[in-house]
């Protein structure tokens, strides 16, 4: 059964980074196209960061360029957002998933995915 866990959310000033972790159990993870998506109170699911199987091209939506970063730690059998010079309009509750059909997330596309981790809390406040 793939399961994801995600941790590293938290509190955070405005201007602030954090890291967080989405371990794998169950699957190998780098066998997995795997994306980062948030979803803000009142707002619609969105792409954040994504990453495919092999090579692990990673893709981020025009909105998300530049100040988050993808990555994947094969040994781990996980994958890390870090996110930097964070807003206010970053706080969401940031989810990792997956489709395990694809080898890639098109458009990195909520629409795309089918196995949804249960996410973890990110607040950007002074």
């Known amino acids: 059964q793939v399961q994801f866990v995600e941790s590293g959310g938290g509190l955070v000033q405005p201007g602030g980074s954090l890291t967080l972790s989405c371990v794998a159990s169950?699957?190998?993870?780098?066998?997995?196209?795997i994306g980062w998506f948030r979803q803000a109170p009142g707002k619609e699911r969105e792409g954040v960061a994504c990453?495919?199987?092999?090579?692990?091209?990673?893709y981020y939506p025009d909105s998300m360029k530049g100040r988050f970063t993808i990555s994947r730690d094969n040994v781990k059998n996980a994958v890390f957002l870090q996110m930097t010079s964070l807003k206010p309009e970053d706080t969401a509750i940031y989810y990792c998933?997956?489709?395990?059909?694809?080898?890639?997330?098109?458009?990195?596309?909520?629409?795309?995915?089918?196995?949804w981790g249960k996410g973890t809390t990110v607040t950007v406040s002074s």
């Open positions: 169950g699957f190998v993870l780098e066998y997995y196209a």
């Open positions: 990453i495919s199987v092999g090579r692990g091209t990673t």
């Open positions: 998933a997956t489709n395990p059909d694809v080898d890639s997330i098109p458009g990195c596309s909520s629409d795309a995915i089918d196995t």
